[in-house]
T-cell receptor, first 114, second 111 residues
Framework: DAGVIQSPRHEVTEMGQEVTLRCKPI?????LFWYRQTMMRGLELLIY????????DSGMPEDRFSAKMPNASFSTLKIQPSEPRDSAVYFC????????????FGSGTRLTVV | GQQVMQIPQYQHVQEGEDFTTYCNSS?????IQWYKQRPGGHPVFLIQ?????EVKKQKRLTFQFGEAKKNSSLHITATQTTDVGTYFC???????????FGTGTRLKVLA
């Protein structure tokens, strides 16, 4: 089991550019979460998918952020246009079903917007 | 909205000393999870507590869920340098699916 796979590991981009972060959840896990981590705000839930359907996107900061899950093995988080305040580590996590299971986090994407 | 606070925010201990972090929720929880994040790493699931007053142990780590299910603690006995990292609790409120992560306690162990 390769775990949750995120790419890229690091991304440096200029303000105004589009950024796409990618995630492959663990096979068989039908719940997927995108988190953002900063020193100031800690771990924030951005969006939650269950069976590829977005259930709760109330944590998405603004319209510049969008997320998709076209199939059970792939999800993207897109920021367009990016701003310096978007700089953070973005984690994808998955878990089996909606039961009481722990999250398995990916290694994260460290995004720097200059 | 629901808040989950942890204290202390930072803790420096000498290797061999004990360490405890406390997690407090503004609402009653149905269960609570604990995670460890090494510097530069990602959160790793440690354990889940469900029952009021539940105590679970993992080697030198002892986890406790409060009787009122609004607080929890993680105690590490005789810390080692490998215990360095940030410990997060994550609480789930009954009737919801969303775990709220605590603010974390960053542990530094001095050799």
């Amino acid at each position: 089991d390769a775990g949750v796979i995120q790419s890229p590991r690091h991304e440096v981009t200029e303000m105004g550019q589009e950024v796409t972060l990618r995630c492959k959840p663990i096979s068989g896990h039908n719940s997927l979460f995108w988190y953002r981590q900063t020193m100031m705000r800690g771990l924030e839930l951005l969006i939650y998918f269950n069976n590829n359907v977005p259930i709760d996107d109330s944590g998405m900061p603004e319209d510049r952020f969008s997320a998709k899950m076209p199939n059970a093995s792939f999800s993207t988080l897109k920021i367009q246009p990016s701003e310096p305040r978007d700089s953070a580590v973005y984690f994808c996590a998955s878990r089996p079903g909606t039961g009481n299971y722990g999250y398995t986090f990916g290694s994260g994407t460290r995004l720097t917007v200059v | 909205g629901q808040q989950v606070m942890q204290i202390p925010q930072y803790q420096h201990v000498q290797e061999g000393e004990d360490f405890t972090t406390y997690c407090n929720s503004s609402t009653t929880l149905s269960n609570i999870q604990w995670y460890k994040q090494r510097p530069g790493g990602h959160p790793v699931f440690l354990i889940q507590l469900v029952k009021s007053g539940e105590v679970k142990k993992q080697k030198r780590l002892t986890f406790q869920f409060g009787e009122a299910k609004k607080n929890s603690s993680l105690h590490i006995t005789a810390t080692q340098t490998t215990d360095v990292g940030t410990y997060f609790c994550a609480g789930l409120t009954s009737g919801t699916y969303k775990y709220i992560f605590g603010t974390g306690t960053r542990l530094k162990v001095l050799a």
